[in-house]
């Protein structure tokens, strides 16, 4: 079956570390999204990357780096830099349509990051 | 920029009852339009979709039209089920030259009692 896989479910980090979440999809989309959530709240974009080798900084940045260099894979490491790491963090993809303005995106199941 | 207001939950409800959850948006151009929904613990899946003025879109006794002249789309279902307790959220699309992002509402978490 096609689909986008995060992995772990839950992940634990102390303060200071590095920590690299998954994002694998299957489904050939060009496009790749990280989003947070935070509880009780929407999502905010991290990064995105409409093709390999390419990405762009979403609106909450700043402590986040992301790679693309292959179609399939979009991970995304928290540094130490980011402030405040504790949330849910949902990876996406896409494909977009040439012409058109629809592109939904598919999400993936979601990594829960605890901060200890 | 573009965004997205949905109304603040938590919206509770007996099962059976009807369900509206208000969603208005703000864009340049001509945006497509979105409800996804987020069971507890789980990502985003999509709920339905209008991609034009005036288009309905449907799935799973859910409904939401898209009305330009508003700029609204809200979602609307006649006998909610226990089931359907989850958090919906409104987006919109951007154009392609914006990375196709989705600009996505605060949510809106619906709790449906037996």
């Known amino acids: 079956d096609g689909g986008i896989t995060q992995s772990p479910k839950y992940l634990f980090r102390k303060e200071g570390q590095n920590v690299t979440l998954s994002c694998e999809q299957n489904?050939?989309?060009?496009?790749m999204y990280w989003y947070r959530q935070d509880p009780g709240q929407g999502l905010r974009l991290i990064y995105y990357?409409?093709?390999?080798?390419?990405?762009q900084k979403g609106d909450i940045a700043e402590g986040y780096s992301v790679s693309r260099e292959k179609k399939e894979s979009f991970p995304l490491t928290v540094t130490s830099a980011q402030k405040n790491p504790t949330a849910f963090y949902l990876c996406?993809?896409?494909?977009?349509?040439?012409?058109?303005?629809?592109?939904?995106?598919?999400f993936g199941p979601g990594t829960r990051l605890t901060v200890l | 920029g573009n965004s997205v207001t949905q109304m603040e939950g938590p919206v509770t409800l007996s099962e059976e009852a009807f369900l509206t959850i208000n969603c208005t948006y703000t864009?340049?151009?001509?945006?497509?339009l979105f409800w996804y929904v987020q069971y507890p613990g789980e990502g985003l899946q999509l709920l339905l979709k209008?991609?034009?003025?005036?288009d309905k879109g449907s799935n799973k006794g859910f409904e939401a039209t898209y009305r330009k002249e508003t700029t609204s789309f809200h979602l609307e279902k006649g006998s909610v089920q226990v089931s359907d307790s989850a958090v919906y959220f409104c987006?919109?699309?951007?154009?392609?030259?914006?990375?196709?992002?989705?600009?996505f509402g605060g949510g809106t978490r619906v709790l449906v009692k037996p």
């Open positions: 489904l050939n989309h060009d496009a």
């Open positions: 990357s409409q093709i390999v080798n390419d990405f």
């Open positions: 996406a993809s896409s494909i977009p349509n040439e012409g058109s303005s629809y592109n939904e995106q598919f």
């Open positions: 864009a340049t151009g001509y945006p497509s």
């Open positions: 209008a991609t034009k003025a005036d």
């Open positions: 987006a919109l699309s951007e154009t392609e030259a914006a990375g196709n992002k989705l600009t």
